[in-house]
């Protein structure tokens, strides 16, 4: 019986592997972006401008947490707010992720008019897109997340795993949800990898599947493009 039971379950592990199906588009992965410094509102930071341990500085603090006037320390520095800044005329906000202490990290710059950098923060990129995602309700992006390197990885899955369906028996639900991957993957992001695996509904008539997404993470910081993938994730429930 065990010899019967092993054979079933090799079986079913080769059809899988036959019939996961994988749309990707490869190329030199990002790892540096411009955005407008709004887009640190959309990440739940304040842009300030004060003193810090003395001297005139630029940097940042969660939303809301310090208004103009305040003073308070942070990791040994001394800093004071002198004005929470929506908007400076020709500056802009340069994202980088790196691979460092075998995690993605993510380092934020502040680019002057003049094209001077300031560094604003260092942060381990998983804890950065998930309080992102948190802030902005993308509760399926939170749920999928997997792991953050130059790379982020989503995992979303429901039910359990049986005969993996061909490609001609996908019901046409899962085949749009392959040419929506393609899609995105060339026109919005130019690199990623997108597979599925369906094993059909359960007793209630419920979906069972495993759908993964590999993306650059730097890409996750553009609000459409995460807007756009949680709502890919959402559909599929």
């Keep these: 019986m065990k010899e019967k039971g092993d054979l079933r379950r090799l079986a079913l592990q080769h059809e899988r592997a036959l019939n996961t199906f994988v749309r990707e588009a490869w190329g030199q992965i990002p790892e540096e972006r411009e955005t407008k410094l709004k887009s640190l509102k959309a990440w739940g930071f304040d842009l300030l401008t004060g003193l810090r341990d003395g001297r005139d500085s630029i940097f940042v603090a969660e939303a809301g947490q310090h208004k103009v006037g305040e003073t308070y320390e942070e990791e040994g520095e001394r ?32 680019r002057s008019a003049e ?18 995602f948190r ?9 999928a997340f997997h792991s953050s390197g130059l790379t982020t990885e989503f995992i979303q899955s429901r039910g359990q795993e049986g005969r993996a369906y061909a490609f001609d028996d996908l019901p046409a639900k899962w085949r749009r949800a392959l040419k929506e991957a393609q899609n995105m993957l060339h026109d919005r992001v130019g690199v ?18 495993i759908v993964t997404w590999l993306l650059p993470t730097i890409h996750l910081f553009d609000l459409d493009v995460a807007e756009h993938l949680e709502k890919l994730l959402a559909a599929l429930d």
């Design 192 to 209: 990623g990898r997108f597979s599925l695996v369906y094993f059909g509904p359960n007793k209630d008539g419920d979906d069972r599947y």
């Design 135 to 143: 802030k902005r309700g993308f509760g399926k992006l939170v749920e």
């Design 115 to 132: 094209g001077d950098d300031t560094l604003l923060f260092t942060l381990p990129a998983g804890e950065l897109l998930l309080a992102y």
């Design 79 to 110: 800093f004071e707010v002198r004005r929470v800044i929506e908007d400076l005329k020709g500056a802009k906000l340069r994202i980088r992720v790196e691979l460092e202490d075998r995690r993605g990290v993510i380092r934020a710059y502040h």
